[in-house]
């Protein structure tokens, strides 16, 4: 199974907001941290706002911070709403499915459980778990958080 760009990009920023909880980052901000396109993280972030897991503002003092906490944020439904589609294979969709040996097929069966043990550890993760030690991720990203002791 192959995760989109889209859910890539999407886990991404809010990686970043969750290590920089203290202030307000910018779409150009993190699309330079990660060397990815700010026009195509646009799209994520409006997405991701829509979808109530971050808050934006606009305007001089604006920029973007998580909606909830990182430890509300599950990565299973995260993938299962950024997915645009989990079939792993022609015969999940009945319109498409065009194999001979379908009637006795048993691979999308064992497709399916697959499927459904990969969303099941993802579903067992959240946001949180993720950035447990932030240091590191922030200093990879070039903008290292306060050490604890300030």
């Given at each position: 199974?192959?995760?989109?760009t ?26 330079a ?20 897991e971050?808050v934006t ?17 599950g ?10 589609d989990?079939?792993l294979?022609p015969?999940?969709d ?13 691979l ?15 579903d ?8 447990l ?18």
């Amino acid at each position: 199974m192959r995760l989109t760009t889209y859910t890539d990009y999407a886990l991404r920023v809010l990686i970043f907001l969750a290590v920089h909880p203290e202030r307000r980052p910018t779409i150009a901000e993190i699309a330079a941290a990660y060397g990815i396109s700010k026009n195509h993280l646009m799209k994520v972030v409006v997405e991701l706002g829509r979808a109530g897991e971050i808050v934006t503002t606009r305007g001089k003092n604006g920029g973007l911070g998580l909606a909830r906490d990182p430890a509300a944020i599950g990565l299973g439904d995260l993938v299962r709403r950024t997915e645009p589609d989990l079939a792993l294979a022609p015969c999940f969709d009945p319109a498409r499915a065009v194999c001979a040996i379908q009637p006795a097929c048993r691979l999308k069966g064992v497709l399916a459980e697959a499927r459904s043990a990969f969303l099941g550890v993802l579903d067992s993760y959240t946001l949180a778990d993720l950035v447990l030690d932030p240091q590191p991720i922030a200093a990879l990203l070039g903008d290292p958080p306060p050490s604890p002791e300030s």
